[in-house]
């Protein structure tokens, strides 16, 4: 049982590059959450899913974007990099929506 | 809305002192609330949560914490602080900040330093 998983771990990218930062959980979560970090600020709730084919907005979604196609996967896409989205994020899962998260442990992404 | 505040950004604590880190809340219905703790370079790890029930709840690590409605606080103790607690540590409470009931809404942090 991996839990939560992510990819990459690190990345750079250069302005106006895509990617898409992978996250997979194997504990038949029907809830998934995308969450970025900065110093100082918490975590910022960017996309969440509660289950396969329904997404909604959190609280920072401009330029991202996901998709929710399985119970496992929650791919997070960044279209048109800017430097403003060099950050840690973070891909969570839980049970509920008010229940406990479980995290993977992160990637880390420096837009130059 | 939902909201939370902890109060230090930064808490510093010498070895077998005790640890105490506050966290307020806000919310519009019954909440439940959680600490998790943060390691450097690693996610988020839960340390304890309440629910429903009995008020005082004990997490991992000997780290326990009080739900206190009238004081809308839920703060986390330990009672002897170890070199290995040092990190980083966030207060969540049910609902986002976005009004939604389909997740947590989390404090900024604080960071807990120990000093031998």
């Known amino acids: 049982n991996a839990g939560v998983t992510q990819t990459p771990k690190f990345r750079i990218l250069k302005i106006g590059q895509s990617m898409t930062l992978q996250c997979t959980q194997d504990?038949?979560?029907?809830?998934m959450y995308w969450y970025r970090q900065d110093p100082g600020m918490g975590l910022k709730l960017i996309y969440y899913?509660?289950?396969?084919?329904?997404?909604d907005k959190g609280e920072v979604p401009n330029g991202y974007n996901v998709s929710r196609s399985t119970t496992e996967d929650f791919p997070l896409r960044l279209e048109l990099a800017a430097p403003s989205q060099t950050s840690v994020y973070f891909c969570?899962?839980?049970?509920?929506?008010?229940?406990?998260?479980?995290f993977g442990p992160g990637t880390r992404l420096t837009v130059t | 809305a939902q909201s939370v505040t902890q109060l230090g950004s930064h808490v510093s604590v010498s070895e077998g002192a005790l640890v105490l880190l506050r966290c307020n809340y806000s919310?519009?219905?019954?909440?439940?609330l959680f600490w998790y703790v943060q390691y450097p370079n690693q996610g988020l790890q839960l340390l304890l949560k309440?629910?429903?029930?009995?008020?005082l709840v004990k997490g991992i690590n000997g780290f326990e914490a009080e739900f206190k409605k009238s004081e809308t606080s839920f703060h986390l103790t330990k009672p002897s602080a170890h070199m290995s607690d040092a990190a980083e540590y966030f207060c969540?409470?049910?609902?986002?900040?976005?009004?939604?009931?389909?997740?947590?809404?989390f404090g900024k942090g604080t960071h807990l330093i120990i000093q031998p």
């Open positions: 309440y629910t429903t029930g009995a008020t």
């Open positions: 969540a409470v049910s609902g986002w900040s976005g009004g939604g009931a389909d997740g947590l809404t």
């Open positions: 504990m038949n979560h029907n809830y």
């Open positions: 919310s519009s219905v019954p909440p439940y």
């Open positions: 899913s509660v289950g396969a084919g329904i997404t």
């Open positions: 969570a899962s839980s049970l509920g929506g008010e229940r406990e998260q479980y």
